[in-house]
């Protein structure tokens, strides 16, 4: 293996600087140095821990599906401290080894790069209760305003943080600011409670400025939440999230809301802690809400596969077809038409990257052999 050339470009790729054809070699050399051990690197090439972890993600590769997404998830939490880059990019990488080794796709491989779509990105803008809007994006991080004393900053790394003077807990005046992305955009809010909010693309959350005795947002869209838990006067203050069709309160938990108008149910996902729908329907972690009309139906489910996006990946195994494409849809901000042809569903297994271009994805899907894709500007054509 030409351990030099490897290492020039993982450090490119790091740097986000790499180009495809730079990466698909990143990918095929590592794939080969997993099948030929005399291939492998030195010993100095790598450090002790990634060589662990490299030893776990080469079995990695060769389980079922299903165990892979397992071993993911156990793999990453448990040698986190031993990663070092080298090896966490190759972790990120190779759900992707799975599917392009030997499936060529003649019309999405050979797509120029200028044809190919890039992923969306941390894009929003921030509207303040006085109707000014701040186009986050466009704006240099650092402290970016201030609303009755409150002061509004942005970070480096795509954040939104309201901090609230210290003896302020309950307020009697409340206003509101919103936040919404665009199709091809995500951010994060930290809220004036301490609440933190992951909004998915084309998404919007509307949340008061100040900590009331109720704690009440509006969502449309999709957004991932991890409420802070605050009392006031030896009481508990509820959080409220109101969307379509549904009003969940929660006291503090971690959960997912899946609200947006082209999907057939609202989807209430818990991970951590108790949520109540509509004072009715109180889940447990691992169980979904859905939601349409007045029905609720209470699911068990594998929670972290609803919170992919989350964590920066597209969970394909047990995922609807449609659903999936809806996501890229609002992900890569493109229109997706269906021919006649097209199929109404498609079994998956797997996860992919949502920082690939939109190209990977769709080769992953080409791998079933039961449906191809045409990209033509910002639209998609699916055929059987």
């Known amino acids: 293996m030409e351990e030099e050339k490897f290492r020039k470009i993982l450090d490119r790729y790091i740097a986000g600087e790499a180009s495809e054809e730079e990466q698909a070699w990143l990918e095929s050399a590592y794939v080969n140095w997993n099948r030929n051990e005399h291939q492998q690197p030195s010993e100095s090439?790598?450090?002790?821990?990634?060589?662990?972890?490299?030893?776990?993600?080469?079995?990695?590769?060769?389980?079922?599906?299903?165990?892979?997404?397992?071993?993911?998830?156990?793999?990453?939490?448990?040698?986190?401290?031993?990663?070092?880059?080298?090896a966490l990019l190759i972790i990120s990488l190779s759900g992707i080894f799975i599917y392009k080794q030997n499936h060529p796709s003649s019309y999405l491989s050979n797509l120029p790069a200028n044809a190919d779509l890039k992923a969306g990105k941390n894009r929003a803008v921030l509207v303040l209760a006085n109707g000014k809007k701040i186009n986050l994006d466009q704006t240099v991080s650092g402290h970016i305003a201030d609303e009755d004393g409150i002061s509004v900053s942005k970070?480096?790394?795509?954040?939104?943080?309201?901090?609230?003077?210290?003896?302020?807990?309950?307020?009697?005046?409340?206003?509101?600011?919103?936040?919404?992305?665009?199709?091809?955009?995500?951010?994060?809010?930290n809220l004036p409670d301490g609440t933190r909010v992951w909004l998915n693309a084309a998404s919007s959350l509307t949340f008061p400025t100040t900590v009331t005795d109720v704690r009440t947002v509006k969502l449309d869209g999709e957004a991932y939440f991890e409420v802070s838990k605050i009392i006031n006067q030896g009481k508990k203050v509820p959080f409220v999230v109101e969307g379509k069709n549904q009003i969940i309160e929660v006291l503090g938990t971690h959960f997912n809301v899946n609200a947006y108008e082209n999907e057939p149910f609202v989807k209430t996902t818990l991970l951590e802690g108790s949520v109540k729908i509509n004072n009715q329907t109180l889940l447990q972690p691992g169980q979904q809400a859905r939601v349409q009309g007045e029905s609720i139906t209470v699911v068990s489910v594998n929670a972290e596969d609803f919170t992919?996006?989350?964590?920066?990946?597209?969970?394909?195994?047990?995922?609807?077809?449609?659903?999936?494409?809806?996501?890229i849809s609002r992900w890569y901000d493109v229109d997706v038409i269906y021919a006649e042809d097209a199929p109404e569903k498609l079994k998956l297994g797997g996860w992919i990257s949502r920082s690939r271009n939109i190209s990977s994805i769709l080769q992953v899907m080409e791998k079933t052999g039961k449906v191809h894709f045409k990209i033509e500007g910002r639209r998609i054509t699916v055929t059987k």
Do not use: C
């Open 45 to 86: 090439f790598l450090t002790k821990g990634s060589n662990q972890v490299l030893d776990h993600v080469s079995g990695y590769i060769h389980q079922d599906l299903k165990t892979q997404k397992q071993f993911r998830q156990a793999t990453t939490k448990r040698l986190l401290p031993l990663i070092s880059a080298a």
């Open 155 to 189: 970070t480096a790394d795509g954040q939104i943080i309201y901090d609230l003077p210290e003896q302020e807990t309950i307020s009697v005046k409340t206003e509101y600011n919103t936040v919404f992305t665009p199709a091809g955009g995500q951010y994060q809010v």
């Open 308 to 327: 992919d996006w989350q964590r920066g990946d597209f969970i394909l195994e047990n995922n609807d077809f449609r659903s999936l494409m809806r996501k």
